[in-house]
Structure formats: structure tokens, C-alpha cells
């Protein structure tokens, strides 16, 4: 098992055996009036990331809980590695040691200065709102991907994650979740909120987006295009490899390595329309309602193609 998995997997072990000990209303801590995991997110953190510098060569996917970070950060891996590996100036730059927590706003304070001494290009995850990044990221110009998935799916994976995980609060029923997730009183804060502010930077000339639904149906033309905005340069066939080895059953008969405990919950169903099994008919008039309200004019909720995924 490559050493930085190993350090990732730990953290998440290490976190869920403190997160079992732990009092319910303990899990969660109010950063900025947002709530995140106490086991793996601490103000400390937050406050040291301000000051990271940025390069415009690093690679960062941006999105919010739920949406495929998982799926989108491997490809994105993977086309990195193969486009480094294809270019020798760049070979002897490949980073031995990656990022041990893709997760940007996951770990401790010191991250960042390990970070500094990775060579470019960093792969960096993140379920932050634009405004609670680094500065240097605009400045920067750093590349960001957006990754948006539907709410209704998003809020179902989201229940079913925060049921399977002990880092997360638990719910007793599904309503109780579905009132949570509507009044944005969930880890890394609302997925309305999250939406209307990326929506914001979809026309910036260095913000490139994304839908979880787009790359499922079509994901070798969705890893193309990827490859294309990071300017990333690969053969069709390493291009077709990324993709076919980025496949839900890949990636789950994969899980034990790559996540280990956590990845029998992450890599769940994989799947467009799994909302159809939880949401009823008043919930789904309510998140119809929210959507017309806060999202269906804007640039992102646009993407998101909510006819199409939400409607029964
Ligand atoms: S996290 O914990 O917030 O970072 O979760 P995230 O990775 O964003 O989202 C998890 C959901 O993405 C699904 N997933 C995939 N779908 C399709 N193809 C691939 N390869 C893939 N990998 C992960 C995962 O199953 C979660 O969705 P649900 O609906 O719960 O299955």
C-alpha cells in the first residue's frame, strides 16, 4: 500500500475510534458559523490554512459533501501521475510522498508546511466555501475544478454516510436528517449555501464545472475534458484507462485498499435517482420549492439539471 494511503487510512481509523467515545452533540464544532467534524477538522487548521500559498500549477476539486470528490479526485489523480509520467522533465518531479490528506481542510495544523516541500502538481480536495480558502487560490490562479451533484441524491448519500460513519452525528430517522439537511445544519454547512456561492466563480477563466450525473453518464468525455482544462497531456488510451479504472465497481472492489473501514460506507450505490427510495411526497415538494428558490436561476443550479435528476 503506497505510504500516504496508509497515513490517510489511519487518520480516518484514528478519528472514528476517538469519534465512538465521544458525546453525540460533541462530534460536530462551529467554525465561522459552520459546523465541522471535531476528530479530523480543528479551528487550529482552519486558521493555518489561511496563510498557504497557492501555485497556479496545483489542481484543486472543489465541491460539496456527497458529490463524488472521491471518484473525481482519483481521475484527476490518476491523470497527474500518467500526464507526469509521460513527460520526463516531469518525471523526477513526481511526488514520493502525496498529499497524505487529499482533504484540504482535513488534518493538523502542519500539513501546510509538509505541503511546501511537495513538488507541483498538488491534487487538493475540498468541501470548503470559496471564501473560506486561501486567498492565494485566486491570486494565484490556481485551477479548480466544481463538482455538483444533485441535491436529492446528494442528501441521500449524505444520510446514509452520516449513519455508517461515527465521525458524523447519526440519525434516528430519515425525516429527522431531511429537516437537517434543508436548514443547512450539516458538516461543511448547507448545499444550498455551497451552490449560490461556487455559483459565483462558474465564468472565472480558471473555474472549470462539473456534474456528478454528466460523468456518469458519459465518463470517458468527462475525463477528457478534465484532462483538456488542466491542460494534462495523455494518449486516448491512457485517457480511456483513467476512465475505465475510475468505474464504481473498480473503484469499490478497490475500497478496502484505498480507504480501508471507510470505504465499505463511501462506496455505497454509485448511482443517479437512489433518492427515489427515501424522499416523500411533501419532501419532495419542499426541495422542489428550496430549488426554484435559491437555485434554479443560478449559473450552477443550471448544471445541475434539476428536471431531468429530481423530478418523479
Ligand atoms: S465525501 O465523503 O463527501 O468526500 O464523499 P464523495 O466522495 O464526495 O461522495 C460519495 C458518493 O460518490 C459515490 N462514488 C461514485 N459514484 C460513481 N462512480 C464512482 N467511481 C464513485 N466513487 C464514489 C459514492 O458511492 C457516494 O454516493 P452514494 O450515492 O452514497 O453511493
Request: aromatic share 12%.
Amino acid at each position: 500500500m503506497a505510504n500516504h494511503r496508509k497515513k490517510f487510512i489511519d487518520l480516518l481509523d484514528k478519528a472514528m475510534a476517538v469519534a465512538d467515545m465521544m458525546d453525540h452533540e460533541d462530534l460536530l464544532f462551529s467554525y465561522k458559523g459552520i459546523l465541522y467534524p471535531t476528530t479530523v477538522c480543528s479551528p487550529e487548521t482552519f486558521k493555518a490554512l489561511e496563510s498557504f500559498e497557492a501555485r497556479r500549477e496545483d489542481v484543486i476539486l472543489a465541491g460539496y459533501p456527497k458529490s463524488g470528490t472521491n471518484w473525481v479526485g482519483q481521475i484527476l489523480t490518476n491523470l497527474v501521475t500518467t500526464a507526469a509520467e509521460n513527460n520526463e522533465d516531469e518525471t523526477n518531479n513526481l511526488n514520493d510522498e502525496e498529499l497524505e490528506v487529499p482533504y484540504f481542510e482535513v488534518g493538523d495544523p502542519e500539513k501546510y508546511q509538509r505541503m511546501e516541500k511537495l513538488s507541483s502538481r498538488r491534487v487538493i480536495f475540498t468541501h470548503l466555501l470559496p471564501h473560506n480558502l486561501p486567498e492565494s487560490i485566486f491570486k494565484n490562479k490556481a485551477k479548480i475544478l466544481v463538482l455538483v451533484r444533485n441535491p436529492k441524491d446528494v442528501a441521500t448519500s449524505f444520510y446514509h454516510f452520516s449513519n455508517g460513519i461515527s465521525i458524523l452525528s447519526s440519525y434516528e430517522t430519515w425525516d429527522e436528517f431531511f429537516t437537517a439537511f434543508m436548514t443547512g445544519k450539516m458538516p461543511w454547512g448547507s448545499y444550498f449555501d455551497n451552490i449560490c456561492e461556487w455559483s459565483k466563480h462558474v465564468d472565472d477563466e480558471n473555474v472549470m464545472t462539473i456534474t456528478y450525473e454528466e460523468l456518469k453518464e458519459n465518463t470517458a468525455l468527462g475525463v477528457k475534458k478534465i484532462a483538456e482544462f488542466f491542460g494534462l497531456l495523455l494518449t486516448e488510451e491512457q485517457l480511456q484507462t483513467v476512465a475505465e479504472r475510475s468505474s464504481f465497481q473498480a473503484m469499490k472492489a478497490n475500497a478496502q485498499k484505498t480507504h480501508g473501514e471507510v470505504g465499505n460506507i463511501l462506496f455505497r450505490k454509485g448511482d443517479v435517482n437512489d433518492w427515489k427510495n427515501l424522499f416523500n411526497e411533501n419532501q419532495n415538494q419542499e426541495m422542489d420549492k428550496t430549488f426554484e428558490e435559491r437555485l434554479a436561476r443560478t449559473k450552477l443550479g443550471a448544471k445541475i439539471k434539476y428536471e431531468v435528476y429530481c423530478k418523479t
